[in-house]
């Protein structure tokens, strides 16, 4: 239920009209709700800016009402970072009408997107201009920049280009006290002091709110080859990143990870998806591209999966021979957490370690697992390029998802505990969050959390940006 306060609606309506100050529960159940379903709110109302200027507005009538605010973009979030409290305090900050792409520099690559443009708004905007924006998620039709960067989003290209945080040359922000920070420059040089821009991008709203980026453009690709492999375990799939590594060096933009489990779970609720190599364990899925035309890259991947046959790396391997077939192989992948919601609730696990340690960890963390959840299914994928794997428990079969939820705490000790362990973090690219701002206590040194925390108190003093948000 939404809480109504007449004296702030009416505050609110004056700066951004009545149309976009949803206070009727009908209205505001898309907000208060993650994508997950696990976390659900209540807000005095749903504020929907269209200019900095507005947003800047809001927040500076917030504090000085010491009215707590959830800045909002997508909604695509896997913590619970954009969902207010259900105690109905807060306002949520729908930034989803600031999606103007403002300028796109050819010259000096870069565009610079207000905070709601959509993630494949911005790759068309690149791609019109001949251009590429890199980065790349399965909610980009949906999730917001503002979102990306204040989760510093990662996706199956970090390998080539990095998190969006290796993305960004400058953003604007509205600070805690409604004051407006224009940091809005194309420069890839510039140490005039504190990189102050890299406070905000990953803090999740909680130091400053993102309302505009100037982003890092790159020469779009012209040769671009998909494949499949199949390895029989995740150490043969470590060599072979390996081998790949060194035959086409930066060409290399994914490598994604994915264990049969988890393909037969994307297959089972999207039914068309292909199946071209079944009965193996683990399966690789290769992205690499070239700015040149007519590359050789299905020559260096053929002659690489050769060499992977030959040392018995490899069990089978495909090439995608069209645009189509490379978007069907993409599919599997990236179907893969919409087919975990819809299965239902599981326990999630956003995790990054060292290349090196991943096969060890597997191991032993499965073994673990067996021995305190008897047959739970473990749904694995992710970006092994870059280390980052998502670690999933689901419930054994015929077994209640949402009963299973309660052995979240052990599962998450069993697994933080042996990523830590190995030298890795708890959240790779989804963010902190609610999700996991206690696990973030177990696991950051007393230092890390106290510099976290004076920063947070220097910023915003008050502690009305996304209250109990990662801290």
Known sequence: MVVEDATLTDALTRIVGHDNVLTSAADAAPYVVDWRGR????ARAIVRPATTGEVAAIVAHCNEARVPIVPQGGNTGMCGGATPHPSGREIVL??????SIRAVDRQNATVTVEAGATLAAVQDAAAAAGLLFPLSLASEGSCTIGGNLSTNAGGTAVLRYGNARDLV????????????WDGLRGLRKDNTGYDLKHLFVGSEGTLGIVTAAVLKLFAAARTRLTALAAVSDVARAVVLLQMMKQALGDRLVGFELMSDEALALSRKHHPDLPNPMPNHAWYVLIQATDTAFNAPLATNIEETFAAALDNATLADATIAQSEEQAERLWALRENI?????????????????????IPAFLADCAAALARALPGARLVTFGHLGDGNLHYNVAAPVGTSGQAFMENAPLANRIVHDRVAAAGGSISAEHGIGQLKREELKRYKSDIEIDLMRRLKSALDPLGLLNPGKVL
């Open 94 to 99: 729908s930034l989803s009408r600031m999606r």
């Open 337 to 357: 957490s919409e087919a975990q919601r819809r299965e239902g609730p599981n326990i999630k696990h956003d995790i990054s370690l060292p290349v090196s340690s």
């Open 39 to 42: 976390y659900r709110g209540s």
């Open 169 to 180: 040359l400058g953003v604007e922000v509205v600070l805690a006290d409604g004051r407006i």
